[in-house]
């Protein structure tokens, strides 16, 4: 992989500077929205395997993730942020259509932009996580109070827990929770940071470097906004009148992943109530894929990304 071929701008939007990674050219463009604990560098792999079929590829950061500025009030940032920013990105870089490439909670940003202007999306990917209809989300009825979304939603309780160790450990404690098969709850006399040994490796697919890169971009922005957005902004309230995504879309899920194991979400895959909000999506089962599915297996994802792009350009 040539990370070397990814070049990286600041574009001004609604008043903060926020990081874009950008390779490859053409007319055929591709946004890859990240996660939590991600940054534009979870995509780094795809990147360079959809600019070399000839697309056009571009990682934004979110606003106070990675090289992005953070918005004057964090604690304020909420997922129409994010909607908007994206709005403000494809208008100043003079996208009028492009394809959404999202994983984790970027998903939820894609599908609810995808609704809001479906004249602007060419299709929807998004890995890990399917469109979920707006509203609020409410796991933590079904869950235990050591849940890691209802710890992380308690002011000053991640801050605290995250606080006593450095952010390049924080963000391998993470990976290596999330891509576990099971849901991280820590027990009542415990924190999320706890259930991580010192002595665990990293995942296979996940180098040291990689983590240094991590760390040293969540060094910078630290992690107020990424609590705000996705876990305490969860319950967010849209108002979006027509919730049917009429664009082609693929969910490309890993049958390891932990959040199958949320509360009715396999259900809602399996039986194909999906597809009644999404009636052209394609879903393909990754058999051994966790949470980081494009890292774990990013010759495999980059393949199906690109057969699905290039059907729909």
């Known amino acids: 992989m040539n990370m070397d071929q990814i070049q990286?701008?600041?574009?001004?939007?609604?008043?903060?500077?926020?990081?874009?990674?950008?390779?490859?050219?053409?007319?055929?463009?591709?946004?890859?929205?990240?996660?939590?604990?991600?940054?534009?560098?979870?995509?780094?792999?795809?990147?360079?395997?959809?600019?070399?079929?000839?697309?056009?590829?571009?990682?934004?950061?979110?606003?106070?993730?990675?090289?992005?500025?953070?918005?004057?009030?964090p604690e304020k940032t909420s997922f129409k942020d994010l909607i908007s920013d994206l709005l403000a990105i494809l208008d100043h870089?003079?996208?009028?259509?492009?394809?959404?490439?999202?994983?984790?909670?970027?998903?939820?940003?894609?599908?609810?932009?995808?609704?809001?202007?479906?004249?602007?999306?060419?299709?929807?990917?998004?890995?890990?996580?399917?469109?979920?209809?707006?509203?609020?989300?409410?796991?933590?009825?079904?869950?235990?109070e050591g849940f890691y979304i209802s710890r992380w939603q308690e002011p000053g309780r991640a801050e605290a827990d995250f606080g006593c160790l450095d952010a390049k450990t924080v963000v391998r404690n993470i990976y290596i929770l999330f891509s576990r098969s099971e849901i991280p709850i820590a027990a009542e006399n415990q924190e999320i940071m706890d259930l991580v040994d010192a002595s665990t490796p990293l995942p296979p697919w996940f180098t040291e470097e990689d983590l240094a890169a991590y760390g040293a971009l969540y060094e910078k922005s630290g992690f107020q906004t990424a609590l705000q957005v996705p876990y305490r902004s969860i319950r967010e309230e849209f108002n979006i009148p027509e919730i049917t995504v009429k664009v082609p879309a693929l969910l490309i899920m890993g049958d390891k992943d932990y959040f199958l194991k949320f509360p009715g979400i396999e259900d809602f895959i399996r039986s194909g109530k999906v597809k009644a909000f999404v009636p052209k999506l394609e879903i393909i089962h990754l058999p051994e894929g966790t949470h980081f599915v494009q890292e774990q297996s990013p010759e495999e994802v980059n393949q199906l990304i690109i057969t699905f792009l290039s059907k729909h350009v």
Not at 36 to 45: A, K, V
């Open 8 to 73: 990286h701008k600041f574009i001004e939007v609604q008043g903060l500077n926020l990081h874009i990674a950008e390779t490859g050219t053409g007319p055929n463009v591709v946004v890859f929205l990240h996660g939590f604990p991600e940054i534009w560098y979870s995509w780094r792999h795809q990147m360079v395997a959809v600019a070399s079929a000839g697309f056009r590829a571009i990682a934004p950061d979110c606003r106070g993730y990675g090289l992005s500025d953070p918005p004057a009030e």
């Open 93 to 144: 870089l003079g996208l009028t259509k492009v394809f959404l490439v999202a994983k984790d909670f970027g998903a939820r940003p894609a599908y609810l932009f995808a609704l809001l202007h479906p004249e602007r999306v060419a299709g929807v990917i998004t890995l890990g996580i399917p469109f979920i209809p707006p509203g609020p989300i409410d796991y933590m009825k079904y869950l235990p």
